[in-house]
């Protein structure tokens, strides 16, 4: 829960208190100042929910990031791999018929 949400519902329950004491004493004004308080809390708590809700989004879009980044990398290391081992498997390969045209040379 972040600032936002706890301070909306803050804002709300006071609000609340202030129309339920306006209404008894008979002030219409406080009674709406508190019903303009609970509106002001619920818009605070909404935008505090937006903001958590862009947050869970951010970190899974940023885990994902992760994940293909750590597939693209193991996938090139293999390509390497492979490249490296073909090349190493030419090298010894000419390295034997270099030794052979030595031998009967």
């Given amino acids: 829960m972040n600032k936002d949400q706890v301070t909306g519902k803050v804002d709300q329950v006071a609000g609340r208190v202030k129309q339920g004491v306006g209404e008894a004493v008979g002030n219409q004004k406080l ?3 508190g019903v303009a308080d ?3 809390g619920a ?11 862009a947050a869970v ?13 750590d597939e ?5 290391r293999q390509k390497v791999d492979a490249i490296h081992d073909k090349v190493n498997e ?3 390969i000419h390295k034997a018929n270099e030794r052979e045209k030595t031998k009967t040379a």
């Fill in 31 to 33: 009674a709406n100042q």
């Fill in 38 to 40: 609970q509106v002001k």
């Fill in 43 to 53: 818009a605070k708590e909404t935008w505090g929910n937006a903001k958590d809700a």
């Fill in 57 to 69: 989004t951010a970190d899974r879009h940023q885990h994902e990031a992760e994940r293909h980044a």
């Fill in 72 to 76: 693209a990398r193991a996938g090139i």
């Fill in 90 to 92: 030419k090298i010894d």
